[in-house]
């Protein structure tokens, strides 16, 4: 049994048609069928370019957004420890002293 073999678009190719769906607001099947692709093809280009635009909030890449959420979770982390000794030791002293 052969396996379809999948077709190679262009980069050039594949950013006009993301084009033609974002600033033209065409459909992706309507974009499919003027350029014979497959809807699922030109749905699947539209959402990968998303996922790779920086968040207009903050200017990073979801990539860089997971780093530093990682990031951000350790120092939480590292911070909560801190404060419970804290507590600890105040709760020492304050037994101590009476």
């Known amino acids: 049994m ?3 073999k999948r077709k190679a678009y ?9 084009r033609l ?3 033209e607001q065409l459909s ?3 974009v499919a069928r003027r350029l014979d ?3 699922q093809t030109v749905g ?4 990968g370019r998303d996922s790779l635009q920086p968040d207009p909030a903050t200017g990073l890449s979801p990539q860089a957004m997971q780093k530093e959420l990682a990031r951000l979770r350790a ?5 909560k420890l801190d404060r419970d000794i804290l507590k600890k030791a105040a709760a020492y002293f304050a037994k101590e002293s009476s």
């Open 10 to 18: 262009p980069e050039d190719f594949r950013r006009e048609v993301v």
């Open 75 to 79: 120092e939480n982390a590292s911070l």
């Open 44 to 47: 699947n280009w539209v959402r």
């Open 28 to 30: 992706h099947s309507e």
């Open 37 to 39: 692709l497959p809807a």
């Open 2 to 4: 052969k396996t379809k």
């Open 21 to 23: 769906v974002i600033e």
